[in-house]
């Protein structure tokens, strides 16, 4: 047939939907010892160098100006794709409706549940969007490849069709309020996903968004024999058989990510950056379910951020969808419950930033309300204590004045803990009080915006733009020593970088390995360790050990030390030098992140007494 007169027939399906769009449009992550923090055992900071080789310009004298409010989402169909709101119609929960509810009728409608993902939103990050202007800034020259680059994941639908017409997206059709832009601000939306069809998936080729989508408007779900009629009458999509939704090469499009290395004047080295790679670090785990025989704790993508069980942990059994503007399910018996129902929470750790987009809805007007939102980061939350991290102490001794501590963290997720965009880190708070209740010693503490600081409330240089990166410990004997689980990308200089084309290598990346993984395996090249933790012996897949010595007499005993594991989205490193630079995208960012900061999230706690 003529994919031509799809869209008249989907505009004669807008009137049913726009009712719906309008109610619901504001709805719903050395092994040295005794280092001692100095320039000896640090990683050289940034050099201040000037703008040119990657540093971004500076405030200046004129501010940049004020961004304009995001659109708000409405119904849209353009060629292939159409806008979240059209899906709703069927795909979201209704009063008197049993589809698409658990065994407890708790309501889990796609729609209702993808609203206040980090995937609804991928285009209305505000920390995306200064990033990417800040990459901008640092090359002007390179800002056609840049959005290129960016919105293959960020903004796909509007990628895939600016390259059948040639109206690509850039970063100013994000604040305009065409067709086009709308299936823009959708973000990673369901015609997108759910038109990806399985061709070389898992192979190199897709990496970094260049998955293949069908050209024959058929929508893929894990089911057989679907009953497409209302389907293709309602929108002309047919659905149909497609298990590849269900598996991780689907995510892994787009969760691994290589970007090209600019030199300091802005060419290309022909140099690819890893940076960031999920799906590889599962690969090479325990959790790989690709392989010919699947380890017993293997898993999915989905498995975890789609999960196919209740909250409870029971088997979803459900029809999949109603008839828009009808009760209970589809009407008339045409559609009967099905497994596999996938949860389409897309939950990961990111607390911070659907907490900015809540908190400043008059100005980034997400698909989702304040309790949607509150919800992602309650799950989110859950996913950090329950299903991320693991701390056990494996030492608690005296030898004289010197306290020995020593703690195993284990990692329990499918990749490294934290994984994806750099700006992550997760590190080790330890806070010792003598009898008297006086602290004694503290290491990896924070402000209350999330900054590290020293016990007597500085912040410590490592969270200041240009400062020293700290390094990775195996023993810890001072105040301002942190062990912090990271990646921290160098320049083709060797420096420190934050300027992510400016990537050339991972100076240090220490952040914990998933279980299984093998230095043999063939991705083992793009998801290794760097740095000192490649010497540190206790630094082995699935976790690592740290020994705290503490100079702590008997006398003022027992100690009561307590210690967390905690994780931030972002750094206060990193967005120190996002904020040393001046866009209109910084600027705003800057504005929705300095009343609260970044304050950590807890993954696991322990608290130990020794006399």
């Known amino acids: 047939m003529d994919r031509g007169v799809y869209p008249m027939r989907m505009l004669r399906h807008i009137g049913l939907v726009s009712a719906l769009a309008l109610a619901t449009a504001g709805c719903a992550t050395d092994t040295s010892q005794h280092l001692d923090g100095g320039p000896s055992d640090a990683l050289p900071p940034n050099d201040g160098s000037p703008p040119g080789d990657g540093s971004l310009p500076g405030d200046g004298s004129t501010p940049p100006p004020p961004l304009p409010p995001l659109a708000t989402t409405r119904a849209v169909v353009d060629d292939a ?171 892994g499009s787009c969760h691994t990510l290589f970007t090209n290395t600019l030199d300091p004047d802005g060419t290309p080295t022909g140099d690819h950056f890893a940076e960031q790679t999920p799906y590889l670090e599962w690969r090479n785990s325990v959790y790989n379910d690709e392989v010919p025989s699947p380890r017993l704790e293997a898993a999915s993508c989905q498995d975890c951020h789609a999960p196919t069980t209740s909250v409870d942990g029971v088997d979803i059994r459900t029809e999949i969808a109603r008839l828009g503007g009808m009760q209970g399910g589809m009407g008339g018996g045409h559609l009967s419950a099905r497994s596999p129902f996938g949860r389409h929470v897309f939950v990961g750790a ?87 209740e006086q602290m004694v010693f503290a290491s990896g503490v924070t402000d209350d915006k999330g900054r590290l600081i020293d016990r007597g409330g500085s912040v410590l240089p490592s969270e200041e733009a240009g400062g020293p990166i700290q390094p990775h410990r195996d023993v810890i004997i001072q105040d301002d020593q942190v062990l912090i689980f990271e990646d921290v990308m160098g320049d083709v200089n060797g420096s420190p970088t934050f300027t992510l084309l400016r990537a050339a290598e991972h100076l240090k990346d220490n952040r914990l390995l998933p279980t299984g993984w093998n230095p043999s395996h063939p991705d083992a090249e793009h998801t290794g360790v760097y740095g000192a933790a490649s010497e540190d012996e206790s630094f082995v897949d699935g976790g690592d050990v740290v020994t705290y010595e503490l100079n702590a007499p008997a006398v003022d005993g027992p100690y009561r030390i307590r210690a967390a594991f905690l994780y931030q989205t972002l750094s206060p490193r990193f967005a120190a030098e996002l904020f040393s630079h001046s866009t209109s995208e910084i600027e705003a960012f800057k504005r929705y992140y300095a009343p609260n900061g970044s304050p950590p999230e807890t993954m696991a706690t322990l608290e130990t007494l020794v006399d």
């Open 350 to 436: 990111n607390t911070l930033v659907p907490a900015l987009i809540r908190d400043n809805a008059s100005e980034l007007q997400p698909n989702a309300s304040a309790a949607a939102l509150n919800a992602t980061i309650a799950a989110a939350r859950k996913l950090l204590e329950e299903r991320s991290a693991t701390m056990e102490l494996v030492d608690a001794s005296r030898d004289g004045d010197i306290i020995r501590v020593a703690y195993r963290l284990g990692n329990i997720t499918g990749h490294k803990l934290p994984t994806g965009f750099p700006s992550r880190r997760a590190w080790i708070r330890v806070q010792v009080l003598n009898d008297d």
């Open 81 to 251: 794709f159409v806008t979240a709101p059209v899906c709703a119609d069927c795909h979201s929960n209704a009063p008197g409706s049993d589809a698409m509810r658990d065994e407890s009728s708790r309501a889990i409608a796609p729609f209702d549940l993808w609203r206040s993902s980090m995937m609804a939103s991928s285009a209305r990050d505000p920390l995306w969007r200064a990033m990417m202007s800040a990459e901008i800034a640092a090359t002007p020259s390179r800002k056609a490849d840049i959005e290129a680059k960016c919105f293959s994941c960020h903004g796909p639908m509007a990628k895939r069709a600016g390259l059948e017409d040639g109206a690509l997206p850039s970063l100013e059709m994000v604040y305009t309020d065409t067709d086009r832009s709308q299936i823009l601000l959708d973000g990673v939306s369901c015609t997108v996903c759910h038109q990806i069809t399985p061709a070389e998936l898992g192979q190199e080729s897709s990496y970094s968004g260049n998955f293949v989508v069908n050209d024959s408007r058929d929508i893929y779900g894990p089911h057989d024999n679907p009953f497409g009629m209302p389907m293709w009458h309602a929108t002309g999509y047919s659905p149909m058989l497609g298990d590849h939704v269900t598996e991780s090469a689907l995510c």
